[in-house]
């Protein structure tokens, strides 16, 4: 009986040693994001040994728990988890921030009015989202859950679901966090764009995130801008988006001279030179010059890259420029431009596929004084709106034209 009792001592004595250098294991690991799942292992382990010895008195099942112990402080020091079933391995980086900059995603789900933003976070290392909407009357928060992997695994990472409603038209923005509760700076902010027009409901990235979005941009870093022969040195590109030519607004505007101040409460951009001002707001077709009644182009201003695009043809319709397009290229330029407006009454092309466009000033007229004949090709014109016959469009044109009847030009912008 004595050697029994002191068999049992010197086991749990072992195993007080063995907590101890468990634990101070642990403490050296706090800096990793996995440190939560180690601490909770360990203290998971020794609370039912603990059990274990005073309840069941069993020296061979303490021994179990013992080795059990330490198998895990071998899995857990080597930084290895197993994902699921088919034994994929994630090999996690002692860093705090276990969502970095380069990789943060979030995704977007639009349904009507609704739509649905998901982050991922990992709440084992006590940092998670939270979202501040900057006008209330706009964007109405409806719900938000975490979503757990299918099969739980100590310290997996998981994704926190917002769910949204926007009231109507206009622009907003929701700011959202990464932090730890008792932490006042957070790990992460970013900032979404919210904004609605008649039925289309946009979404658009801001700051650090990418989205994925309901918009087709192509972005064409091989085309030119110059302004007066002068190049315009920028990294912001022409994009095509949903089939429109686009460029960033500031950077142009601004190499023209202009003022380019950004208001905040109107959510627009204001664009003044001397006694010419105008404003323009994200998401609204509604276009004007010193404050004549709007006219729609072939966009809306969008957010690309953090930055607005608007069409090309602002530069004459808005800000009474000229513009020639040169293989590709866009050349600004102080002059004015003609602005035909008619009915397709006619399409043709010629051998190397350019295309001819006759439009009439009234619809179905075959009045050759009604018509303008416009010659147009892709290296040096951009179809703002696809041209069908009985389409009414607008051609950007040189000055110049025939003095044949009908008269005949070259079309740089079709819209």
Known sequence: MHRIEKTKLKDVEIFRVFIFLAKNISNMTMNCPQHGTFYYFVRHTYIKTQLKIYFMGGILKMKKMISILLTGIMVFSCGVVFADKEANIIKPQCVINNLEKSSTKFNVSISGDEFKIDLKENPSTGYIWSYAIDDEEHV????????????????????????????GDGVSTITFTLRQSWENEPLETLRVLVHKNGEEVFVQEDEIVNIIDGNNEEIYKNIKMTYNDKEIETELAPVKVDGVMMMPLSVVAKNMGYNVIWNGQTKAVEISKGS????VTVGKNEYFRNKIAPQ???????????????????????????????????????????????YVTHISYDETGAMTITIS??????????????????????????????????????????????????GHIVY
């Open 140 to 167: 109405t928060f409806m719900d938000e859950k975490e979503i757990r992997p299918e099969i739980e695994i100590p310290g997996a990472g998981g994704n926190r679901e917002f769910a949204f409603e926007i009231n």
């Open 361 to 410: 000033q009234v619809k179905d007229s075959t009045d050759p004084m009604d018509t303008v004949v416009i010659h147009t090709s892709y290296a040096y014109t951009y179809y703002n709106k696809t041209v069908e016959k009985g389409a009414l469009i607008r051609v950007i044109s040189p000055m110049m034209m025939t003095k044949s009847l009908p008269p005949q030009t070259s």
């Open 276 to 279: 010419q001002w105008t404003s």
């Open 296 to 342: 729609k182009l072939s966009s809306a201003p969008k957010i690309v890259e953090n930055r607005m695009y608007v069409p090309v043809e602002f530069v004459v319709e808005v800000l009474g420029k000229g513009i020639r397009v040169e293989e590709g290229n866009l050349r600004f330029y102080d002059g004015e431009m003609a602005i035909h407006s008619g």
